[in-house]
């Protein structure tokens, strides 16, 4: 059984939609959650963190948590073909020193 | 401000051949340093990751092996590579128990031929 799941798409979304980009994972104490964005042949970029149920907005991006349901989503307003990226969930399970990485979400906007 | 080098940037090597790769972080003291290969289209596969001088805490057995020989200096070496070695290979730092995620470096694309 996977720890952290994502669909991995391809997700198609029109220039200026608003993509929602999601993630599961298996450990109810799991205490830190972030999303990474990686373009194509570039290394993984922290985007977004967050530690507490509810909502947290950066600019256009937008982190869900629900800790009861145990998933946490990505909302990227204004969608821009710049935006176009694989998207990874990570998970800090227990607090440790790892964290554990969803495969991934490839989102697509198009013009 | 912390920044993490890692270099090179990309290395063609022959089967059978030797590999170092080499990691550093400046701006901080003590961080936890991993690391990672991620195989064309696929995820993120944690290899070695290490809290402190001279601990190695290895994830996936094979070929490969890790060093840190100073605080902040992280080394993935091999004695003999496969063709199986080949991918994107990513250096991380993290503070004490990864509360804030990591950082990647600019990662080393290594292709055996």
């Known amino acids: ?111 | 401000s912390q920044t993490i080098h890692q270099w090179p940037a990309t290395l063609v090597q022959p089967v059978g051949s030797p590999l170092s790769l080499e990691c550093t972080v400046e701006g901080t003291s003590n961080p936890n340093l991993y690391w990672y290969r991620q195989a064309a289209g696929r995820g993120l596969q944690l290899l070695f990751y290490s809290v402190g001088i001279g601990q190695i805490s290895s994830e996936v057995p094979q070929n490969l092996s890790a060093s840190r020989p100073q605080d902040r200096q992280f080394i993935l070496s091999s004695k003999k590579l496969l063709l199986s070695d080949s991918g994107f290979y990513l250096c991380a730092w993290s503070a004490h128990r990864a509360n804030y995620g990591y950082t990647f470096g600019s990662g080393t694309r290594l292709t055996v031929v």
């Open chain 1, 1 to 111: 059984q996977k720890e952290v799941e994502q669909n991995s798409g391809p997700l198609s979304v029109p220039e200026g939609a608003i993509a929602s980009l999601n993630c599961t994972y298996s450990d109810r104490v799991s205490q830190s959650f972030f999303w990474y964005r990686q373009y194509s042949g570039k290394s993984p970029e922290l985007i977004m963190s967050i530690y507490s149920n509810g909502d947290k907005e950066d600019g256009r991006f937008t982190a869900q948590l629900n800790k009861a349901s145990q998933y946490v989503s990505l909302l990227i307003r204004d969608s821009q073909p710049s935006d176009s990226a694989t998207y990874l969930c990570a998970v800090n399970e227990r607090g440790g020193n790892k964290l554990t990485f969803g495969t991934g979400t490839q989102l697509k906007v198009e013009l």
